[in-house]
């Protein structure tokens, strides 16, 4: 605290020092879309991780990409080779199209008027959209009128979902900020109090992306930093520097000198902020240890480094302006200043009068909207997830709905030996019985490998004299087969009837998984599945069983927080049941939207497990903000009294206007962000925006005191022994001055 101190006193050097900073990482965060990849849903130490590890050691990462032609037959059969031979050519790419070998590969014509060719390239990660670019520029240039091509694969859905998302959270930037200045200038009624968290709020998305991109640099970071480092910049700086605002007007009316009500502010607010900031910071890399894979990282490292940022501008760089401002802030008010005993103390007062009345009716419609979440469907990224105007979209459906919806996320099976070929006869009879006998399976479209299955009969490729070169001569081969370090690998692709998220795909998982062993013995080789469907189907349900945990890790350590900051076990009981309570509401307003056929709001009929991780993450941690602000006022005043009630009102009436502004705050940059087009940042908002509307309303300023009311004064109980083992933590400085702090 003197350090900080120091900082007010030095305050034009401190804010001299803040926007140099604030403009480095702002000029860093001009490259940031350079600096982020797609998405990616391999999740580590799954089944088929370990089957991509071996597969990418042999074959390298690769995007598979299908190609749809539909024309005439004629000129299908002129244009199609032309094409084959010319994405050949391209180098590094595998091709395996209907007119290879001068004889009709049959799963990939299923009629005289369409055609599948079948691509595969390097590529950093299988959501990347370098290869699907090259891939389409190619095809550009060699289909033509009136052949029409349309092209899939999660690597041009991957890169399409990029791009979407840098320009949804642009869209979502100027909605918001116009909406953020005309509610603070509600809650402060000063155009220049109103201007000081607007400008940390827009400061700490810049610098944000300046330093995520940097992050970047170091681990990948996936596309879904974007909404997140705009999203939570402007609500964290904005609801930060809110605080600090509000307590320094506080100050000042008590009669304190400008640098000292700065000073004051940073030691009472300022230690409210640094310590819901680093809460939230704890609370993301508890996710990150939960939740394996880039996706969550990326998320959770972008709200911590945001939350780093808005929480140091808060306690620094606000004070010292505030300061420099001194008695300036409130020049051209509007309106009279809010005084105590206001309507906040009357309705704390009207809630503990009627106790099961007030919370019996704020209660029952968060119940109500809490049950449609116990039959929320969750699944993984899809093309539909694209705005309904994306190319990329219409293209992949076009191709799901003239092949079937397995080509676009197929499995791929590989066998690999550690030396010596895999293509000897009895290996590849071996793999054409196999491909025979999982032909006729009824979740099974199409198979394609070393081996032809397409009449039953199964038609081993004997000639090896090219095995050094990648392949044999059948072009099946040469698509399926590879070598590394004098061993030799196979892949057999596997397409399913159905999408990634219907239950038919799932279950060909398992069935494909518990036949590897009979495959690894058959063909005396290491087998696995892998391959878009598989990382989605392991995402799935590696991701969705890590919820409850990531549930109960959260609510476990918000309880322990609060018992040491508030010295009681019953309030943070309370507190956690309530919080509970408000995600089970989020959760339900993003089922009633999203999930079912057709959705409420679009997208592919279910919520996305991620966004639902990070939804309850963030609301977990983000609601620490209200409880300190409201629970810590209340615990001084008790200690100061002995007296429930007065103390419960006295805490609702000096923080109800705040946190209801910090909460119209954060609801509108999540109101905006819910206008995106792209589904998996649409979902998020609105559930974020349900969570903290209701929570900083409903829950806060009704079930709290309902509740507190109800318990009496066990509600600050705590056992001696324990309350001498505690720190003891004060969140009000040193002084006792204030018997109502922050």
Request: charged share 15%; hydrophobic share 50%; proline share 6%.
């Given at each position: ?58 074959f ?7 190609v ?33 070998g001068?004889?009709?590969?049959p ?27 090259d ?13 029409r ?10 890169g ?32 220049i ?8 709020g ?61 000073i ?11 310590f ?43 004070p ?9 802030l ?20 009207g ?72 293509t ?27 081996g ?81 469907a ?5 995402h ?30 019953v ?24 999930d ?5 709001l ?33 615990r ?23 946190v ?5 705050i954060?609801?509108g ?5 819910s ?33 507190t ?34």
């Amino acid at each position: 605290m003197r350090w900080a101190a120091a900082a007010v006193r030095h305050r034009r050097l401190t804010l001299a020092v803040w926007i140099v900073l604030t403009l480095i990482l702002a000029v860093q965060g001009l490259s940031f879309g350079e600096r982020i990849t797609p998405s990616s849903l391999d999740v580590p130490g799954t089944s088929s991780a370990r089957a991509q590890a071996v597969a990418d050691r042999y074959f390298g990462t690769e995007a598979s990409i299908p190609v749809l032609l539909e024309g005439p037959r004629a000129e299908l059969d002129e244009q199609g080779p032309e094409l084959a031979a010319a994405l050949r050519a391209n180098g590094g790419l595998r091709v395996l199209s209907p007119w290879d070998g001068g004889r009709l590969v049959p799963e990939l014509r299923p009629r005289g008027s369409a055609a599948l060719v079948l691509v595969a390239g390097q590529t950093r990660n299988t959501f990347a959209s370098g290869i699907g670019k090259d891939v389409r520029t190619v095809v550009r240039a060699r289909v033509q009128s009136p052949v029409r091509a349309s092209m899939s694969g999660f690597s041009v859905i991957g890169g399409e979902l990029k791009d979407a998302s840098l320009r949804a959270a642009h869209d979502a930037e100027r909605l918001a900020i116009p909406l953020l200045a005309l509610i603070l200038l509600l809650v402060f009624r000063s155009p220049i109090a109103a201007l000081v968290p607007a400008i940390f709020g827009i400061a700490a998305v810049e610098s944000g992306y300046g330093a995520v991109g940097l992050l970047g640099e170091l681990r990948p970071i996936s596309d879904v930093a974007t909404a997140l480092t705009s999203m939570m910049g402007l609500a964290l700086g904005v609801d930060y520097s809110l605080l600090l605002v509000s307590r320094f007007r506080e100050e000042l009316a008590r009669g304190l000198a400008p640098v000292d009500a700065a000073i004051a502010a940073q030691g009472t607010a300022g230690r409210t902020v640094l310590f819901a900031g680093v809460t939230l910071v704890v609370a993301m890399l508890a996710a990150i240890l939960l939740t394996p894979g880039d996706f969550l990282f990326s998320a959770a490292a972008s709200v911590a480094t945001v939350a780093i940022i808005s929480m140091v501008g808060a306690f620094l760089a606000v004070p010292a302006l505030l300061a420099l401002l001194g008695t300036n802030l409130d020049r051209w008010s509007i309106g009279q200043a809010p005084h105590e005993g206001g309507r906040w103390a009357a309705l704390a007062e009207g809630v503990q009068r009627r106790p099961l009345l007030w919370g019996g009716a704020a209660l029952a419609p968060l119940v109500a909207l809490s049950l449609p979440a116990l039959a929320l469907d969750t699944g993984p990224l899809d093309a539909r997830a694209l705005p309904a105007s994306s190319v990329a979209r219409a293209e992949a459906q076009r191709v799901a709905s003239t092949m079937g919806p397995g080509w676009a996320a197929p499995f791929e099976v590989y066998i690999a030996t550690r030396s010596g070929p895999v293509t000897t006869e009895a290996r590849l009879n071996a793999m054409a019985r196999w491909q025979a006998g999982i032909a006729r399976w009824p979740e099974v479209a199409a198979v394609i490998g070393p081996g032809d299955t397409a009449a039953g009969q199964p038609a081993p490729l004997r000639d090896e004299r090219r095995r050094t070169g990648g392949g044999v001569d059948d072009p099946r081969a040469n698509f399926a087969v590879s070598h590394e370090s004098g061993g030799q690998a196979a892949r057999i692709t596997v397409v399913p009837t159905t999408g990634p998220n219907d239950a038919p795909t799932r279950q060909l998982d398992k069935r494909l998984n518990a036949d590897m062993d009979d495959l690894s013995r058959a063909t005396d080789a290491q087998a696995g599945t892998a391959g878009i469907a598989a990382h989605l189907t392991d995402h799935q349900e590696t991701l969705g069983g890590r919820l409850p945990w990531l549930i109960a890790a959260l609510s476990g350590v918000t309880f322990l927080v609060l018992v040491v900051l508030l010295h009681a076990i019953v309030l943070p009981l309370i507190s956690v049941a309530l919080n509970l309570l408000t995600v089970g509401a989020s959760f339900g307003a993003v089922a009633l939207c999203f999930d079912g056929a057709p959705p409420l709001l679009g997208g592919p009929g279910w919520a996305d497990t991620l966004s639902l991780l990070g939804t309850f993450t963030i609301v977990f941690a983000l609601s620490l903000d209200y409880q300190v602000f409201i629970l810590t006022r209340m615990r001084e005043s008790w200690l100061s009294h002995r007296q429930l009630r007065p103390a419960i009102t006295h805490a609702i009436d000096r923080t109800g206007r705040v946190v209801t502004g910090a909460a119209a705050i954060m609801g509108g940059v999540f109101i905006a962000f819910s206008t995106a087009e792209l589904t998996t940042i649409k979902q998020t908002g609105v559930g974020l925006a349900t969570a903290v509307l209701i929570d900083a309303t409903l829950v806060r300023l009704i079930l709290l005191p309902a509740a507190t009311s109800l318990v009496g004064p066990a509600t600050f109980w705590l056992p001696k022994w324990l309350d001498r083992l505690l720190p003891n933590f004060n969140l009000d400085g040193p002084t006792k001055a204030d018997t109502s702090p922050t």
